[in-house]
């Protein structure tokens, strides 16, 4: 990734990707 990212950055891609991942089912 070459970037640091913070606790409620993290959060956020993750809750994002979670989503996702809900709706393609």
Known sequence: ????LDGKELDDVFW???T????KK
Do not use: Q, T, Y
């Open 20 to 23: 996702m991942a809900e709706k």
């Open 1 to 4: 990734l070459g970037k640091e």
């Open 16 to 18: 994002r990707f979670k």
